[in-house]
């Protein structure tokens, strides 16, 4: 069983309203996943490069 991640409360309340997962989960979740999600996440919230960006 892994120990509990070493994140703040105002981290951990973050990061389960944006994966969607209930603090609970997220404390004992395995790093491997979190950061898996993380990425998915990141990978979403990132824009899509756009062609209107000038190139020199």
Same mark, same amino acid.
């Given at each position: 069983? +892994? /120990?509990?991640l070493?994140?703040? $409360?105002?981290?951990?309340? /973050? #990061?389960?309203?944006?994966?969607?997962v209930?603090i609970? *989960? #997220?404390? *004992?979740?395995?790093? *491997?996943?979190l #950061?898996? /999600?993380?990425a998915? #996440? $990141?990978?979403?919230?990132?824009?899509?490069? +756009?062609?209107?960006? /000038?190139k020199?």
């Amino acid at each position: 069983m +892994s /120990k509990p991640l070493q994140i703040s $409360a105002e981290t951990a309340v /973050k #990061l389960s309203e944006q994966l969607g997962v209930p603090i609970e *989960h #997220l404390m *004992h979740m395995p790093r *491997h996943i979190l #950061l898996q /999600k993380l990425a998915e #996440l $990141a990978k979403n919230e990132s824009p899509a490069p +756009s062609g209107d960006e /000038k190139k020199p």
